[in-house]
Structures are given as structure tokens and as C-alpha cells.
């Protein structure tokens, strides 16, 4: 059965410091990668979703950015965090975007 | 544009009564439409998803949806709530494979 890991579950950051986050699927082949972002009381925004190795699309113009070296990697990184990047992550998979995505547990983030 | 609006930022219901969450969308042809809920500090769980066929859909949990064109809405239903059930709730349609959620709903549930 198809699986999606996601770590750190939290992370407390210094302002300017760098940020990976890592997911990761098991179980599928050439899946469609999302990174979301859920802010308090903004809903969720997709922020960068990935259709094959190293192709990726960017939702939004912002402070990060996303990678995709392996057909079930996706990463999320950003060089120097803002405040404004607090939030909680949330990565994703689909096969077709028809059968609903599949989430993986979350990254809480604190920019500090 | 294609859209997805949650009228209620937050519901109250006491445990047993009937539940409906509303949820309407802009979208130029036949949307694929979803509902997902999310527990506190936890991903999001797929709770039914409507894609052509049958305009009433039921999902996991005692849940279901009607979709109804002439009114760009997809509801969610249930008919006895539990305390289990207090969560958050997203809408959400698939736009060129990409899912665009509403907002969200907060349900809570009085003892």
C-alpha cells in the first residue's frame, strides 16, 4: 500500500537560519508531488507541486523553494527563513489529481 | 476564476444532532469536488470526493455530500455527530490537477 512520510513533525527555527523539509512516498511510481502551507486562518495554499524528477512549479512567489531528486522525494528549502514562513507544511501525493490527494502528517514550523 | 468558498469559519453543534457544512464553487464545467477533515495538529484525511454520477456520495465516517449543480454546491452531511467528529473541514475542487480548499470549517461539538 502507498504510504507518505513527512519529518520533522516540528521545527523551531532561528529568523535567517536554512529550512529542508523532507517527504518522501513509498508504494507508487511517478507520483504528483505538493508541498501546502496551512497558515492560522488562511486555509491551506499550495505553494510548489512536482509532475516528475526535477520539474517543478511554484504557486506562489516567495522565500522557498522545492526540489525533486528522486521520483518519490520531494524536499522543501529555503536558504535564510522569514517570521512570515511560520506555518504548518503539509506535502502530498496524487497519481491524478481526480483521485484526491493523499497528506502526510505535517511539519509544524516556528520561525522565532 | 475557479474557487471554493466555506461560508462558516466555525460551527456548533451538541453531539447526536444532524451536521450540514456548506460549501460552494466556481467553476466553468463539471468540478471534481472533495471533502477532507483534519484533527488538530494532523494532516488531512480524505472523507468522500464526487466526480461525475450520483450527485448524493457517501464517504467514510457516516458521511456524505450532494452535489448540486444549479446551486454550485457540495455540501457535507451527517446525520448524528459525534465528539470525535469535532475537526476541521476542508472543501475543495481539482483544477488542472492541482486541488484548490476552501478555507475550512470548524466544527465543534457540545456535550
Known amino acids: 500500500s502507498q504510504t507518505i512520510h513527512q519529518w520533522p513533525a516540528t521545527l523551531v527555527q532561528p529568523v ?45 512567489p516567495q522565500n522557498l523553494s522545492a526540489s525533486r531528486p528522486q521520483d518519490r522525494q520531494f524536499i522543501l528549502s529555503s536558504k535564510k527563513l522569514l517570521l512570515s514562513d511560520s506555518g504548518f507544511y503539509l506535502c502530498a501525493w496524487s497519481v491524478t489529481g481526480i483521485r ?12 522565532v | 476564476a475557479q474557487s471554493v468558498t ?11 444532532a444532524s451536521l450540514e457544512l456548506r460549501c460552494n464553487y466556481s467553476y466553468g464545467a463539471t468540478p471534481y469536488l472533495f471533502w477532507y477533515v483534519q484533527s488538530p495538529g494532523q494532516g488531512l484525511q480524505l472523507l468522500l470526493k464526487y466526480f461525475s454520477g450520483d450527485t448524493l456520495v457517501q464517504g467514510i465516517k457516516g458521511f456524505e455530500a450532494e452535489f448540486k449543480r444549479s446551486q454550485s454546491s457540495f455540501n457535507l452531511r451527517k446525520p448524528s455527530v459525534h465528539w470525535s467528529d469535532a475537526a476541521e473541514y476542508f472543501c475543495a475542487l481539482n483544477r488542472d490537477d492541482k486541488i ?9 461539538i457540545l456535550p
Open chain 1, 16 to 60: 535567517g537560519s536554512p529550512l529542508s523539509l523532507e517527504c518522501t512516498v513509498e508504494g507508487t511510481s511517478n507520483p504528483n508531488l505538493y508541498w501546502y502551507r496551512q497558515a492560522a486562518g488562511r486555509g491551506l495554499q499550495l505553494l510548489f507541486y512536482s509532475v516528475g524528477i526535477g520539474q517543478i512549479s511554484s504557486e506562489v
Open chain 1, 100 to 111: 484526491g490527494y493523499t497528506f502526510g502528517s505535517g511539519t509544524r514550523l516556528t520561525v
Open chain 2, 100 to 108: 484548490i480548499f476552501g478555507k475550512g470549517t470548524r466544527l465543534h
Open chain 2, 6 to 16: 466555506q461560508p462558516d469559519i466555525h460551527i456548533t453543534v451538541s453531539e447526536g
